[in-house]
């Protein structure tokens, strides 16, 4: 079995985790923590420099999760990629647990920020990366932001201090699902083309199919290539793998029931068979 298999497979199993954990908890973010998983699986499997067994390891590169909401997939993914045990998920959302519905790194240092208000997180990065570049450090700082927070103005002044430091070492990948809690982006506050507006600040942007795993690892290996900030503009599909929640902004901030649970995992077990 090839590794770009196993990463499918992976990503499979992350999502039927996922959808299940949020079932688990009765509230929760389904659709973008869904159409993220590909982009979670290659980072913790192949992109990152991480130590499961030692959050806090000065080299590692840094994930700053801004659209905190979909933690959901980060905590799947971690907990498969060994930062703790599979069966903590059923915590989501309980009482002490590490796992709260957005991200708090008092209680998960590994998750670098505690991410809740959107259009923060591209700034913390920014500030990550100058810190880094300044200490000559050789580490990347990885920021995942999602459309609808561009929609911020913090976010386009980050964007802004980032070209003025020529930030190499940060890269900023947007979810471009279209959707955000009240609808759809067009339609809420149109953003037009954001690779337009990127450019215009300086930055050199890629446009991929968030999908896509071999997209996803060329595109990161030519943004480390270059001199400056880079932007990928990651084409994610909400709710993607489950047909019923595809496209569809009402799953934004709604877990499965039972049933709307057992149809999603019948679908994902029929995927995992064609995988193989």
């Known amino acids: 079995m090839n590794k770009l298999t196993n990463l499918k497979l992976k990503a499979n199993l992350i999502r039927q985790d996922l959808l299940t954990m949020l079932n688990h908890a009765g509230s929760g973010h389904t659709a973008g923590p869904l159409g993220l998983v590909e982009i979670f699986t290659a980072l913790y499997f192949k ?9 806090l390891w000065e080299k590692r ?20 990629a060994g930062y703790f045990p599979v069966k903590e998920l059923t ?23 505690s991410a809740a208000s959107l259009g923060q997180g591209l700034g913390v990065s920014v500030g990550m990366a100058l810190a880094a570049k300044l200490k000559k450090q050789k580490q990347t700082i990885y920021c995942l932001s999602s459309d609808g927070e561009h929609d911020e103005g913090s976010t386009w002044e980050a964007i802004n201090a980032a070209a003025k430091w020529n930030l190499n070492n ?13 609808g759809y982006t067009q ?8 690779k337009a507006k990127y450019e215009s600040f300086g930055w050199k942007v890629y446009e991929i199919n968030g999908h896509s795993f071999q997209q996803i690892f060329s595109t990161i290996k030519k943004a480390k290539q270059f001199n400056g900030p880079v932007c990928i503009i990651a084409f994610t599909v909400p709710g993607k793998g489950i047909t019923f929640m595809e496209h569809e902004y009402a799953w934004h901030g709604k877990a499965p029931n039972k049933e709307e649970l057992t149809r999603a995992l019948l679908e994902l077990k029929e995927e995992r068979r064609k995988i193989k």
Do not use: F
Not at 47 to 55: A, C, M, R, S
Not at 61 to 80: E, F, Q
Not at 94 to 108: E, F, I, T
């Open 61 to 80: 590169d840094r994930l700053i999760l801004s659209n905190g909401h979909v933690c959901p997939v980060r905590y799947t993914t971690m907990a498969h």
């Open 91 to 113: 915590t989501l959302r309980k009482l002490n647990s590490r796992l709260q519905g957005h991200p708090s790194r008092v209680d998960l240092p590994a998750l670098e920020l």
């Open 170 to 182: 940060l890269i900023n990948i947007i979810d471009r699902n279209n959707i955000q809690i009240s």
């Open 187 to 194: 339609d809420v506050w149109p953003l037009k083309s954001l």
């Open 47 to 55: 992109i990152l420099k991480h130590n499961p067994k030692k959050h």
